[in-house]
């Protein structure tokens, strides 16, 4: 008998395509994919799945009620797991609307949707399902450089609109559980890497940039610390999340791998030494520090041990492990590159980095 299906949220992203393909790689259930196709939303990313019956997917927006409805009613999910986000701080910082409507609103009319789905089901099936609802370490705000790390239980501090957003999509899942009884899970995730990622983010920008010659940004002073986590560690911790965690429950998600900004831009630099070599030049010459990001938080560490002691789950790859096989999944897939890199994304380089100045 084939399990259920799940219906996934924002599955053409980077962290929801990757977990589509995790999935469908390891279990029996077929997954709907609903994604809107935003600028960081690619079909390409899934073109291994193109004619595997076990991935159906469909282009709109977690905000339309009645697609939701009807998708949910038609294929009868026994969990949805929530991507659709829009996810990058200096985006928020140039249009904040744009993350308001996807992350909170957005999320809200999931929310309600799935709550009446939930209603009209019955028995093992409505005991067996699961809102899974992916979010970010973003939500707890910033960290001195002595303080713990944070915690299920830290209170939440966002500094940005774009973590505003994600804390108040937090806030209604936890409502939507306490109040209306659905069976929410919560994930709050470290700055993921890995294949895949649109490259407007630090580890992909820099990679791109570098192998075409171009300055490599770096904010302020290049001291801000992330905690950062290999992607497929994430869609296995989401896996073991769905599948063993407790209703109501927050499980921080995190790499263990504190890296200040400016040592992850020189890890890459020096891979690409190594695997993508030009004669007299190393691509750290091409360090370029800028005027910091308005608002940037200091330091991100995210304490695992709750998922570690109560579900079992570690990651499985350091970061040197994990940044060299990403450097060199952009090495080998730059057709894929090439694909996404469109005028709209230069104009956005532009925008962000070349006017900013430097630091």
Not at 13 to 29: A, H, K, P, Q, T
Not at 261 to 281: A, F, G, K, M, Y
Not at 285 to 312: C, M, N, Q, V, W
Request: charged share 25%; aromatic share 10%; hydrophobic share 35%.
């Amino acid at each position: 008998m084939i399990e259920k299906t799940i219906l996934v949220t924002g599955g053409a992203g980077f962290i929801g395509s990757n977990f589509v393909l995790n999935w469908i790689g390891r279990e029996d259930s077929p997954i709907v994919n609903l994604d809107k196709l935003t600028y960081a939303g690619n079909l390409g990313n899934l073109s291994d799945l193109k004619n595997d019956p076990r991935h159906i997917f469909v282009k709109g927006d977690i905000g339309d009620r009645a697609l939701v409805r009807e998708l949910l009613n038609r294929h009868r999910p026994r969990a949805v797991v929530n991507f659709a986000a829009e996810s990058h701080v200096d985006r928020s910082i140039h249009g904040p609307e744009d993350f308001i409507q996807t992350n909170v609103n957005g999320t809200f009319h999931l929310l309600q949707e799935t709550r009446a789905y939930l209603e009209a089901l019955e028995g093992n099936e409505k005991s067996a399902f699961r809102f899974l609802h992916i979010s970010t370490d973003e939500v707890y705000g910033s960290l001195g450089p002595d303080d713990a790390p944070f915690t299920e239980s830290s209170p939440y501090a966002p500094n940005s609109p774009y973590s505003a957003s994600k804390a108040a999509a937090d806030h209604l899942v936890r409502a939507f559980h306490h109040t209306y009884g659905l069976p929410t899970l919560t994930s709050n995730c470290s700055n993921n890497y890995g294949p895949y990622q649109f490259p407007e983010k630090l580890v992909p920008l820099m990679i791109l940039n570098a192998l075409n010659r171009k300055p490599l940004p770096v904010y302020g002073d290049g001291l801000n610390v992330r905690d950062w986590l290999y992607v497929q560690d994430h869609c296995d911790a989401l896996r073991t999340v769905l599948a063993s965690g407790y209703p109501g429950e927050v499980y921080n998600i995190g790499g263990g791998n504190e890296r200040k900004n400016i040592d992850v831009v020189r890890t890459i630099c020096s891979l690409l030494d190594e695997l993508r070599p030009v004669p007299r030049q190393e691509y750290a010459s091409l360090i370029t520090f800028i005027k910091d990001r308005p608002g940037h938080d200091r330091r991100y560490a995210i304490d695992a041990r709750k998922i570690g002691r109560e579900l079992r789950w570690k990651p499985t790859e350091n970061f040197e492990t994990g940044i060299r096989k990403t450097v060199q999944w952009y090495l080998d897939n730059m057709a894929w590159v090439k694909s996404i890199t469109s005028g709209e994304y230069q104009q956005w380089l532009e925008t962000n980095y070349v006017n900013r100045g430097t630091a």
